[in-house]
T-cell receptor
Framework: EAQVTQNPRYLITVTGKKLTVTCSQN?????MSWYRQDPGLGLRQIYY???????DKGDVPEGYKVSRKEKRNFPLILESPSPNQTSLYFC?????????????FGQGTRLTVV | GENVEQHPSTLSVQEGDSAVIKCTYS??????FPWYKQELGKGPQLIID???NVGEKKDQRIAVTLNKTAKHFSLHITETQPEDSAVYFC???????????WGAGTKLIIKP
């Protein structure tokens, strides 16, 4: 089954403790991205990647890191999480350039930083 | 700045009636406008999209219209059903990289 898999689905952590949210897609898509979803703000892009070893900042990249060493994986790293990073996070993948093709989203990761 | 405004934030309609959600965008160069549906506990899913060279597109009970002059586009759902209850997001491609900018979302409630 074609899908985007995020792990974990739920995570509670403490301020400053490094964490990684994994994302994997099995559709051979070139484009992958991370979003955060907050009430009243919709989806805001954190980082995106147009192919292996190519990453770029989205609208809200501060406090986050990403890497794209393999086509299928695009982990999101919070090196020193803070409470304002408490949010619902989504990974997505798309074929081609990503901006004018369907985005396939994972199930989401609800992160709470205390 | 680049932004997409979406209205209303909540829409409650009687089952069987029509629902309309509107979005306006700031960049006249935008050329791709998708609509996504997000059910509770799930990621958004594409339901329909339109490109700037087309004024209207339909898919069964769902339609999207685009007015490039006014820089707005709308989602129309006819004969609404309980399974239409969800949060709907519009988006528009913007900026030098044509990245998608998303609206804030509309919670659609279908009353039985």
């Amino acid at each position: 089954e074609a899908q985007v898999t995020q792990n974990p689905r739920y995570l509670i952590t403490v301020t400053g403790k490094k964490l990684t949210v994994t994302c994997s897609q099995n559709m051979n898509h070139e484009y992958m991205s991370w979003y955060r979803q907050d009430p009243g703000l919709g989806l805001r892009q954190i980082y995106y990647s147009m192919n292996v070893e190519v990453t770029d900042k989205g609208d809200v990249p501060e406090g986050y890191k990403v890497s794209r060493k393999e086509k299928r994986n695009f982990p999101l790293i919070l090196e020193s999480p803070s409470p304002n990073q408490t949010s619902l996070y989504f990974c997505a993948s798309s074929p081609g350039t990503g901006w004018d093709t369907e985005a396939f989203f994972g199930q989401g990761t609800r992160l709470t930083v205390v | 700045g680049e932004n997409v405004e979406q209205h209303p934030s909540t829409l409650s309609v009687q089952e069987g009636d029509s629902a309309v959600i509107k979005c306006t965008y700031s960049d006249s160069a935008s050329n791709y406008f998708p609509w996504y549906k997000q059910e509770l506990g799930k990621g958004p899913q594409l339901i329909i999209d339109i490109r700037s060279n087309v004024g209207e597109k339909k898919d069964q009970r769902i339609a999207v219209t685009l007015n490039k002059t006014a820089k707005h586009f709308s989602l129309h759902i006819t004969e609404t059903q309980p399974e239409d209850s969800a949060v709907y997001f519009c988006a528009a491609s913007m900026g030098s990289n044509y990245q998608l900018i998303w609206g804030a979302g509309t919670k659609l409630i279908i009353k039985p």
